[in-house]
């Protein structure tokens, strides 16, 4: 079969440098699990290097041209395509209980609800890694007091310790995007357990991010706080100025407070 064409809807751009899909695919330390769940290996160029290591790999394509294709040429995958979407597929048909890392090269279009995803199996996945627009790698791995730290940082540092590993040209993709971009891993944290209510954690974290240009004191209005713990000095901050640990305090604030999530 000739090779996939890109295809703009679902974001694809296929990687075409073999050094950097093989740095890619060195980031996974393979300590604490034995399945790896690549999601949108497109032509394989990452899978090859997966092959390789002594793990059981397995890959979820929604591009039947590159399902079609992953199977004619990637022997080692027979049984092993899942021909699904990530975002909607229930990875325990595969996995059950069983720990596994997950890594791609993601379409940039869904590189975000990838990791949110992510997040709802984090007892399961030790390991994250892959290639993202920059900026939403950088976003990922921010600290407190940046433009960048919102949502997705605090969420994805309460459960990983993340890491920005390396840039990316655009020249090495077909087709080449129009923004750079960004390998970023992230290694669950061996206790990834919250003090507090992590439904409520999530509200307070997205609630607060919704206007972050407030005070928590406006931004967490409509949580319904009572008027003593509003006094509180932690409500004069804005979102981005409370680290992940902070967040985890006002949550336990708020929790004490008799709300629930």
């Known amino acids: 079969m000739e090779k996939v064409k890109a295809k703009k809807h679902l974001g694809q751009h296929f990687l075409k440098d073999e050094s950097i899909a093989k740095a890619i695919a060195d980031t996974l330390s393979l300590k604490g699990y034995d399945e790896v769940l690549e999601i949108g290996p ?3 160029v990452l899978t090859k290097y997966l092959l390789d290591k002594p793990i ?3 890959v979820i394509e929604i591009d039947t041209e590159s399902v079609v294709y992953l199977g ?4 080692k995958l027979k049984d092993k395509i899942i021909s699904q979407d990530f975002l909607k597929y229930n990875i325990s048909e595969v996995y059950k209980d069983k720990q596994f890392a997950i890594i791609g090269n993601f379409p940039y279009n869904i590189s975000t609800q990838i990791v949110f995803r992510t997040l709802e199996y984090k007892h399961q996945i030790p390991e994250f890694s892959g290639m993202f627009q920059k900026e939403v790698a950088e976003r990922i791995c921010e600290k407190k007091g940046s433009k960048a730290y919102g949502i997705l940082s605090v969420l994805a540092q309460a459960f990983y310790v993340t890491e920005y590993l390396f840039t990316v040209d655009e020249n090495v993709f077909i087709p080449p995007p129009k923004v750079k971009s960004g390998v970023m891993k992230m290694t669950r944290k061996e206790d990834y357990s919250l003090p507090c209510g992590e ?3 999530f509200t ?3 609630t607060a991010f919704q206007q972050r240009r407030k005070t928590l004191r406006n931004s967490l209005k409509t949580l319904n706080l009572s008027d ?3 006094l509180d000095i932690i409500f004069d901050k804005r979102p981005e100025q409370l680290s992940v640990e902070e967040f985890i305090v ?3 604030k708020i929790e004490a407070d008799g709300v629930q999530s």
């Open 42 to 44: 497109g032509m394989g």
């Open 204 to 206: 307070v974290v997205k």
């Open 56 to 58: 059981n790999t397995h």
């Open 228 to 230: 003593e713990l509003r």
């Open 199 to 201: 439904r409520l954690f």
């Open 72 to 75: 004619e040429n990637y022997p």
């Open 250 to 252: 006002l949550t336990q």
